[in-house]
């Protein structure tokens, strides 16, 4: 009887194991290098199953030991997966040979996530283009005009809280990440839907939307296990019917944007918002938005506007905390430029905020809030690498791009670990390898609200650096860590600061 049972216990692990690796012959079979590292059905991905890395630091880690190569195959679970290593090819998927690759590699189910399926993120044809055709009008220079005067009352409302906590006290302790997601919550509620999302209201933070976004995007062991299934192991995702946007937070969008757009269609008050442009829009096109397309757009806004720009902020402050250098000159920059323009911060104010620039593009090439980048292979090609490999790569394909590994790849920047914000100077910017920085990805695709973001950014920055000073505490765990159970950029243990108004 134990015979049997031991033979079954054999039979069935064998089994097993051919099937779970049964496709790992594709790479050698196709002539292209295969990363070390692969085991039984989590390929190259034991350090994600763990929780030990990241998805982005992986694939971090993956490009520094490949990096000799043009190209190099991994198996994402199961599944082969080509990575692809050196700019000229991330050019030819992200740009020149975009009909071949024109889909994203993360994608969530239309019918458990419905809002979010439509962001053009995660669509593609007809939808991706319609959907990318609206956040493009509403981000042009002169909408983006209209949307500042939107956050430059959040600045206003940023600049009271830190007064509220300031007051009666020399400095205070705070945690970046934090500060950053109440000021990126209260654009997206203001700029975006024209009301008051409550982000720096003490009494009522529990009904904030800052508190709503953290409920479900903040790095918690739930939502991250959320995260992994539905996008790296979707059939279980599916499985266990998991969506991104919880339904309390889809059905409050859902009854809060039905009710400010009833009132934009009807009312004529001017204001300052996207949802406005969204009502002014109806009326160039002459067809009214369907409300459920308007909601996933207005949701676009929140999901990509919200957490990105928070991370993003977070690192750049952490960065001016670690050189007080930098952050003293880019404050005289803030200081000079408001100066000429009365102390108000306008749209030709930020843009003259050049310094400003450099140091964010230092400090997102440094540690980019979203480290890879997956698209698929729409129509077989062929992509051939400078070293003479040559992949055929098939139809439905996942292709990688290690956007963190090309930033700190020394080949394309001198000394690469240094926080060096001059390289994005006018002297030297010109010869940036423009593949190997990709904070905002490349090519059609490009993130479309780039420039909402970088203005958005820029104007908190300007009203926090004129009036306060940031200063490392020690409870920041030094050198950084990134916290491996989260799909973007954050360190482990967050980004804490001391804060007190500048001397000057
Ligand atoms: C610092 C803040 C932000 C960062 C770092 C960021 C980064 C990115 C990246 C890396 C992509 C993928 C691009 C590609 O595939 O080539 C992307 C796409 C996108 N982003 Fe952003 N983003 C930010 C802010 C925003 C904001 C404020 C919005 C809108 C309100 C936005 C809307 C989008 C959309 C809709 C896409 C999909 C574009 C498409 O596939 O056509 N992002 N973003």
């Not at 590699?105 to 609206?134: C, H, I, M, Q, Y």
């Not at 009301?195 to 720096?200: A, E, Q």
């Not at 757009?297 to 506007?305: Q, R, Y």
Request: proline share 5%.
């Amino acid at each position: 009887m134990a015979i049997v049972l031991i033979s079954l216990i054999l039979i069935t692990l064998v089994v097993l194991y051919f099937y779970l690796t049964k496709n790992y012959n594709y790479w050698q079979k196709h002539k292209i290098p295969c990363a070390d590292g692969i085991l039984p059905g989590v390929g190259h991905f034991w350090d994600l199953i763990t929780m030990k890395l990241s998805f982005s630091e992986c694939c971090r880690k993956i490009y520094k030991d490949n990096r000799n190569h043009s190209m190099v195959g991994i198996y994402n679970f199961r599944s082969p997966a080509l990575m692809v290593l050196e700019p000229e090819l991330v050019k030819t998927v992200m740009q020149t040979s975009f009909s071949n690759f024109h889909e994203n590699g993360l994608k969530v189910d239309p019918e458990l996530d419905p809002l979010v399926s439509n962001n053009p993120f995660f669509s593609s044809g007809e939808k991706w283009a319609t959907g990318r055709k609206r956040l493009t009008y509403a981000f042009s220079s002169m909408r983006l005009k209209i949307l500042l005067e939107s956050v430059k009352q959040v600045c206003q409302q940023f600049e009271d809280y830190l007064n509220r906590k300031l007051s009666n006290v020399g400095k205070i302790e705070l945690e970046l990440k934090d500060m950053f997601a109440r000021f990126t919550a209260q654009v997206v509620t203001g700029a975006g839907f024209g009301i008051d999302g409550l982000s720096f209201n003490k009494e009522k933070e529990k009904e904030s939307f800052y508190t709503m976004g953290k409920s479900f995007l903040q790095p918690t062991g739930m939502n991250n296990i959320i995260v992994t299934l539905v996008f790296f192991l979707p059939s279980l995702g599916k499985i266990f019917r998991l969506s991104l946007l919880p339904k309390k937070v889809d059905r409050f969008f859902r009854t809060i944007i039905a009710d400010v757009m009833e009132q934009r269609r009807t009312e004529n008050i001017p204001r300052n918002d996207f949802l406005q442009l969204m009502a002014e829009l109806e009326r160039v096109e002459g067809t009214k938005i369907d409300l459920e397309i308007l909601t996933s757009h207005a949701v676009s806004f929140f999901l990509d506007g919200y957490e990105t720009s928070s991370i993003t902020l977070s690192f750049v402050g952490f960065q001016l905390a670690s050189h007080p250098d930098v952050q003293e000159k880019l404050r005289n920059e803030v200081i000079s430029v408001l100066d000429k323009y009365d102390g108000v911060i306008t749209y030709e104010a930020l843009k003259e905020m050049t310094y400003m620039d450099q140091v964010m593009s230092e400090s997102q090439r440094c540690v980019p809030a979203v480290g890879f980048l997956t698209k698929i292979c729409t129509e077989a090609t062929e992509l051939r690498g400078s070293d003479g490999l040559t992949c055929h790569v098939e139809r439905g394909m996942q292709i990688l791009i290690p956007v963190h590994g090309l930033h700190e790849d020394p080949r394309y920047w001198e000394r690469p670990e240094v926080f060096d914000p001059e390289r994005f100077g006018p002297d030297r910017k010109h010869s940036i390898e423009r593949f190997a920085f990709l904070p905002f990805g490349e090519g059609p695709r490009i993130c479309v609200g780039m420039r909402m973001a970088q203005l958005q950014m820029k104007a908190c920055l300007a009203t926090f650096l004129r009036k306060y000073s940031l200063e490392l505490s020690p409870k920041t765990r030094t050198p950084l860590k990134m916290d491996a159970s989260y799909f973007l950029s954050a360190p482990e243990g967050g980004f804490w600061v001391y804060i007190r108004p500048d001397k000057n």
